[in-house]
């Protein structure tokens, strides 16, 4: 599997399936390499992946991320196969831990993030030797199916390359990215938190950090949704001390966020403007940057019109 330097991130929710598709192809016509999605409070990811890929030919279906504590390495082992042996190759698992509060709400203990993450990723790799979606098992002999190490040191089953990329804001587990996944997925990043990654994950691993853009020269309008889509993230620690590492303060927390913190979370302005910001963290180090654009007058759908400039720039 190969990036491209784009993406695109998508909200799916308030969208219907049939939106949902056409949403999908228009990205792959535009020659955005990757539709990404997270894992929140609607549609199943798994699910949704299988249903853009079946919606599409080239795109590469990327999960922003599958939280952790929501399902068992095995299952995520066979959910894994059973994508990418359906579209070729095309589903990339992007994991990560959440944050407490997140899943504190399913019922789980939350653990120490890094050491929480390597024993889940071992136990993957561990799974996709008890999992085969070419062999009836069950029939033929439980007999471990041979995994080797593929690209980026992927996971490779009988039926492919199995790819992965980790959620990884702070240093620990942006390390991790790159020694036992295929690369590091931020989000809620600037272009040096970009540049500070790839230092410490080296030339091979990926580096797909996410950037919002609002193609709207309207500060007040830009800076509103801005506030309205950090709002929650203000609640989370890990947002928090990536920020305070990153040179924000505090006061920056406050009121629901300061125009700098704002301004740096969600890139407004007009065509040239998103584009310099998604430019800066290629520039800094990222191969790949999936776009969230926001509509300024619905920004709960996507702006076509600023995927379209950023897919011609």
């Known amino acids: 599997m190969e990036l491209t330097s784009k993406g695109v991130f998508l909200f799916s929710e308030g969208l219907s399936a049939a939106q949902l598709a056409a949403a999908a192809q228009r990205i792959e016509g535009l020659g955005y390499g990757a539709v990404w999605f997270p894992e929140a409070v609607g549609r199943e990811p798994f699910a949704k992946a299988a249903f853009i890929l079946a919606s599409t030919e080239r795109l590469v279906a990327a999960t922003g991320i599958v939280n952790i504590y929501g399902r068992d390495p095995m299952v995520c082992a066979m959910g894994q196969q059973t994508l990418n042996e359906q579209s070729g190759g095309r589903f990339l698992l992007g994991l990560g831990v959440s944050h407490s509060l997140l899943v504190s709400l399913r019922g789980h203990e939350y653990g120490k993030p890094v050491a929480t993450m390597r024993s889940y990723l071992e136990q993957l790799r561990e799974c996709h030797k008890l999992v085969s979606v070419e062999?009836?098992?069950?029939?033929?002999?439980?007999?471990?199916?041979?995994?080797?190490?593929?690209?980026?040191?992927?996971?490779?089953?009988?039926?492919?390359?199995?790819?992965?990329?980790?959620?990884?804001?702070?240093?620990?587990?942006?390390a991790l990215a790159g020694t036992m996944a295929q690369g590091s997925h931020p989000a809620n990043t600037t272009p040096e938190h970009t540049a500070k990654a790839r230092e410490i994950l080296g030339p091979g691993p990926w580096l797909a950090p996410f950037q919002r853009v609002c193609l709207t020269?309207?500060?007040?309008?830009?800076?509103?949704?801005?506030?309205?889509?950090?709002?929650?993230?203000?609640?989370?620690p890990n947002y928090r001390n990536v920020w305070l590492d990153s040179g924000f303060t505090n006061d920056d927390f406050e009121h629901g966020g300061s125009d700098r913190l704002v301004d740096a979370m969600l890139a407004w302005g007009d065509e040239n403007a998103i584009r310099r910001r998604v430019q800066a963290h290629l520039d800094a180090g990222?191969?790949?940057?999936?776009?969230?654009?926001?509509?300024?007058?619905?920004?709960?759908?996507?702006?076509?019109?600023?995927?379209?400039?950023?897919?011609?720039?």
Not at 220 to 236: D, K, P, S, T
Not at 287 to 298: E, R
Request: proline fraction near 9%.
């Open 135 to 174: 062999k009836n098992l069950l029939v033929e002999g439980m007999d471990e199916q041979p995994v080797g190490r593929g690209t980026r040191g992927a996971i490779v089953t009988p039926t492919g390359e199995m790819p992965v990329i980790l959620a990884a804001l702070g240093p620990k587990m942006t």
């Open 217 to 236: 020269r309207d500060a007040a309008r830009a800076r509103a949704i801005g506030r309205q889509m950090i709002g929650f993230y203000l609640q989370l």
């Open 286 to 313: 990222a191969d790949h940057v999936p776009v969230f654009s926001v509509d300024p007058q619905a920004p709960h759908l996507p702006c076509w019109r600023a995927l379209e400039a950023i897919a011609a720039g």
